[in-house]
């Protein structure tokens, strides 16, 4: 694949401060400096009431001491809580609960901090003597950036809005009370009541905040958090039910008898918990297993689970070239499964394409070459599959399933009961299979875990620690049912105080758990260059090379390997057995990293994305470069132009594998990505890239009448007109008159190609060339115009090289030398020199055969039973109609499936079954018309138009003729007005109007002879 043009200015760009020393391994003695990091914070602001009046009453000595009591309160409650005090600002103190550790309970060690300050100062008031403290105290949790200096140990340079909101709040309060925001309401729960406020306006906040008054706190607890995807190797607890069913299921394959399902539950609910445990299942020993991995970075890439399995069974190590990876799949698939050379072929276009070149025969399309991978490759998984020996086939994660695989997957679903296999998908209740999850087989939900099921996982969770019966209740009150919600707060648990008898009662609050605050508990008790790996790590994705990670934290090699090895120790992220030949890691659950992802700040995150790219592609790097991947980091480091690139490289090669809808997935991707790029020539230039394959892609999957294909090229066009390079842009003026040829506006057509013979004559070339005549001699045909259309197709054909021109077909998605012969036939064909047309006609599909291009092979079967109509040869267009008709339906072409029926259609007809002919007649032009085409109705009108006065319908043939008079009228479509004009005399006959009859007889020939149509002068 050709790299797109990519800006690098550092092969590395680190982010981290090297010492010294220029590199920091465990030798070196050098800590690293942290950059600024974006996290959760919970800021608490505590301001003494009527300090004025205290310092009037009291003096100044009496004052300041009064002062330090009241500092030295707050601080040893916020301390007592795991907060710091950030500042003292005269008579207020500012605290922090999340820096510079994060605990999972943070925003409720700030209310338990300021209840404290509360009660504390009723009790010191009640025992003094004339005077009375009090405090108003603000609480606010957001997300803040910290930029971390040496020596700074409290944050002192903290920038975020929930610092505004906490003094702002504290304002509101009542003498000797706390007020809390809706955040800091919502995370703890109900861990205190709360009185509501209401909403209230606060001061430099541009809309009202709810606000919510501490009061009395409540001795049960219960909350929520969000959830965290995984599987924990602890008894399987609560899914007797769902258990039985998948055993049932694999009895039932074992005896011969295949089926599917698709476990659907909510990320942590335990899918992957109930596959493991059937896995390992001992009356299971026998099954064979195997897993497919749907990924949420390749949602676009085609079979990408199929593809990344077969790399890993080939021996596809990630730095090989492709020629490489083609050679070791070609062994996989001649030596192992024993396929033949077609059927090799066959799967080596789908699964290791690496451009347009193409092994197999392309007379079938990618399409069916997809299809027929997939029964090879179905076969090739059922094949080990047999009574005794079943197979358990997993499909994880389909929410994040690429098309071409979905389609693969459902074909493995259909077959399934007639083999000795279970095929299960899992997913979560969202994605494209929401509304229909019974396409992938019986559905089983998994719901949450009752209290009874909650207490019992949790004992076998936290039983090194031997968790007592309040840390079990304060389980189950905060687990809400969600096993992998138990099974972390247990081991949470377990960790805090395993090495204490009994619990105490810090770690038996009533705490809400979120997978934010957790992670950051687990990455603050990490040493700085195990939380510098896990942070690059996270940029980098789910599963993480540890080669790249390693480069990028200019770690020794010691250093570096205890980092992982605090990673595994903290069950953050594991070691894999690899990806190909280089080391990898990943972290245990996608969400982990997600919540890791989100403790960077925005530049941070900017600069390790550039950094990871920049690596990936550095000339010593000698990795397989994924385009997707490498747009989704450009776009994260901000270069958008760059990423649009990539996107548009990863669309060249979808559609290279005939892969349309990852094509345009793509081409989304890259134009949302240039969106943001400032106006200018840059942004233009990549745009029309963009829209250059966008239009095309469009035009095969949707038809060139396709009012998308047409506003993708219009927007072309205009950005096209702005360009000082042409040349190699002709494909876009080319599309665009195509669209208005298609859409019946020859007039446009005409001028826009005009456009191509003036850079024609400017600057000459073969591409200009062959679109300017075809343009020009397709529209005159249709105008009527057949000595001009006879010159300009004839240059087209004289000029055309297939081996030459080969390339051609990748810009314009059109093979001149077929399209213009299958044009040229017809005007040779209405000129009645029909055995010209006929040989024509023929080579158009010759020429098909020899280039291999799908659509191109279409046009070639239009040919030959298009002018066989004309020249009324009902054998050879029933027979080139039938191949058609099939081919399109295998391919997915609409128009050519439209016009196969309607000549099928008429074949019937000639043959006597004129009812069933009409009716698919009528199919093939209904189906034309929702193409967006406008040309050719008029002559699909007069071959029903006949038919209806054959069997005696005369009113619908007069509507149908009266319409597209009209029709021809307004589109300037005057070849066929002979043959409107013909059908008409054939209606006013049959309606007993002889001379009107005739005087359209006179009307065609006159119009026929105009056209030089001498075949309908003859007839």
Not at 62 to 84: K, M, P, W
Not at 609 to 621: I, K, N, P, T, Y
Not at 874 to 891: C, D, I, K, M, W
């Amino acid at each position: 694949m050709p790299r797109p043009a990519t800006t690098s200015t550092s092969k590395t760009m680190s982010t981290f401060t090297r010492g010294p020393s220029g590199r920091l391994d465990g030798s070196s003695g050098q800590e690293w400096s942290a950059p600024s990091q974006n996290r959760q914070l919970t800021v608490m602001f505590a301001d003494l009431v009527g300090s004025t009046t205290l310092l009037e009453e009291q003096g100044p000595e009496a004052f300041s001491d009064l002062l330090r009591v009241y500092h030295n309160l707050c601080t040893e409650a916020t301390r007592a809580q795991g907060g710091i005090v950030a500042n003292y600002l005269g008579d207020g103190v500012i605290s922090y609960f999340g820096y510079p550790r994060g605990m999972e309970d943070d925003p409720l060690r700030a209310v338990q901090a300021a209840w404290t300050i509360l009660q504390n100062l009723k009790q010191m008031s009640g025992k003094s003597a004339g005077f009375t403290l009090a405090a108003r105290i603000g609480i606010a949790t957001g997300r803040v950036l910290i930029h971390e200096k040496p020596g700074d140990h409290y944050g002192e340079n903290v920038v975020g809005a929930c610092l505004n909101k906490a003094a702002r709040l504290q304002a509101l309060a009542l003498e000797n009370t706390a007020i809390v925001c809706g955040a800091t309401r919502k995370l703890v729960g109900k861990a205190f009541e709360f009185e509501d406020l209401g909403q209230q306006s606060l001061k430099g906040f541009e809309r009202p905040e709810a606000v919510y008054r501490i009061k009395p706190r409540r001795r049960k607890g219960l909350s929520r958090f969000e959830a965290l995807r995984g599987e924990r190797r602890t008894p399987l607890v609560g899914r007797a039910e769902e258990l039985a069913l998948l055993r049932k299921m694999m009895a039932q394959a074992s005896d011969g008898g295949g089926g599917a399902a698709v476990l659907v539950g909510e990320p942590g609910i335990g899918k992957s918990r109930l596959i493991d445990t059937l896995r390992h299942d001992e009356a299971q020993e026998s099954v064979r297993y195997l897993s497919l991995q749907c990924s949420p970075i390749h949602q676009f890439s085609a079979l990408h689970p199929v593809k990344d399995y077969l790399d890993w069974v080939s021996g596809v190590n990630a730095d090989d070239p492709p020629e490489t990876r083609r050679d070791k799949l070609r062994r996989l698939f001649q030596s192992a499964w024993q396929a033949n050379e077609e059927q090799t072929a066959v799967l080596m276009d789908v699964v290791a394409s690496s451009g347009p070149g193409q092994e197999a025969n392309a007379d079938i399309g990618i399409l069916l070459k997809r299809r027929l991978a997939f029964q090879i490759l179905s076969r090739k998984v059922f094949s080990t599959a047999m009574p005794g020996r079943p197979l358990f086939l997993v499909f994880e994660d389909v929410h994040w399933i690429d098309p071409t695989s979905a389609e693969f997957l459902e074909n493995l679903v259909r077959n399934a009961p007639d083999h000795a296999a279970v095929v299960l998908a899992t997913t979560r209740p969202e994605g494209p299979f929401a509304d229909r999850l019974n396409t992938f087989g019986e559905v089983v939900q998994l719901d949450r875990l009752s209290d009874a099921e909650a207490v019992e996982l949790a004992k076998a969770a936290g039983r090194a620690a031997g968790l007592d019966g309040k840390a079990l209740q304060a389980i189950v009150e905060k687990s809400d049912g969600v096993p992998l919600f138990i099974e972390e707060y247990a081991l949470m648990l377990a960790e805090s105080f395993g090495a204490r008898q009994g619990t105490g009662e810090t770690e038996l609050r009533s705490i809400p758990l979120t997978l934010g605050g957790l992670v950051q508990n687990k990455l603050d008790r990490l040493n700085p260059h195990a939380q510098k790996v896990a942070r690059i790590g996270a940029a980098v994705g789910r599963v993480f090379d540890l080669r790249l990670v390693r480069s990028l934290s200019e770690l020794g090699k010691d250093a570096f390997d205890k980092a992982l090895d605090a990673l595994e120790t903290a069950d953050i992220a594991h070691r894999d057995a690899g990806m190909g030949s280089s080391r990898a890691a990943s972290f245990k659950h996608a969400l982990v990293q997600d919540a890791v992802y989100a403790s960077l700040s925005t530049a941070e995150r900017r600069r390790l994305h550039g950094a990871v790219v920049d690596a990936m592609l550095s000339e010593e790097d000698g990795r397989r470069l994924s385009a997707e991947v490498l747009a989704k980091h450009l776009l994260e480091a901000g270069r958008n132009a760059e990423s649009a690139e990539w996107r548009l490289a990863a669309a060249m090669a979808a559609a290279g594998e005939g892969s349309a809808a990852e094509a345009l997935a793509h081409i989304t991707q890259g134009l949302a990505a240039i969106e943001s790029v400032p106006e200018g020539p840059e942004r233009d230039r990549v745009e029309l890239r963009l829209r250059a394959i966008e239009g095309p892609t469009l035009m095969v999957t949707r038809g060139p009448g396709s009012p998308a294909f047409g506003a993708a090229q219009a927007r072309a066009l205009t950005l096209l007109r702005g360009q000082d390079n042409p040349d190699n842009l002709i494909p876009v003026i080319y599309n665009t008159a195509l669209h208005a040829w298609a859409c019946g506006r020859l007039a446009d057509a005409d001028a826009t190609t005009d456009e191509i013979f003036d850079i024609l004559e400017a600057e000459p070339s073969d591409g200009a060339f062959l679109a300017a005549h075809t343009m020009r001699g397709l529209v005159a045909w249709h105008r009527g115009d057949n000595a001009e259309a006879l010159a300009h197709l004839s240059a087209t054909v004289e000029r055309y090289d297939p081996e030459l021109h080969r390339e051609f077909y990748t810009r314009f998605l059109k093979e001149f030398g077929v399209f213009g012969r299958f044009y040229l036939g017809l005007t040779h064909t209405v000129m009645g020199e029909t055995e010209a047309g006929a040989r024509l006609a023929r080579s158009a599909l010759d020429i098909a055969k020899l280039v291999k291009r799908p659509h191109a092979f279409g046009f070639g079967l239009l040919a030959n039973f298009v002018t066989a109509i004309l020249r009324d040869d009902v054998p050879t267009a029933a027979r080139y109609s039938e191949e058609s008709l099939e081919f399109s339906g295998r391919q997915g072409f609409p128009e050519f499936a439209a016009m196969s029926l309607v000549c099928q259609g008429w074949v019937k007809v000639r043959r006597g079954q004129t009812e069933a002919g009409i009716r698919q007649m009528e199919e093939g032009a209904q189906l034309w018309a929702i193409t967006g085409f406008e040309n050719w109705q008029a002559f699909f009108a007069t071959l029903l138009s006949d038919a209806y006065v054959a069997v005696g319908r005369l009113d619908d043939a007069t509507v149908l003729l009266d319409r597209h008079d009209e029709r021809v009228a307004r589109f300037g479509e005057a070849q066929f007005e002979p043959l409107l004009a013909r059908s008409r005399a054939m209606l006013l006959s049959a309606g007993g109007d002889r001379q009107g009859a005739a005087r359209s007889l006179r009307v065609a020939e006159d119009r026929a002879r105009r056209n030089k149509a001498t075949l309908w002068v003859r007839g």
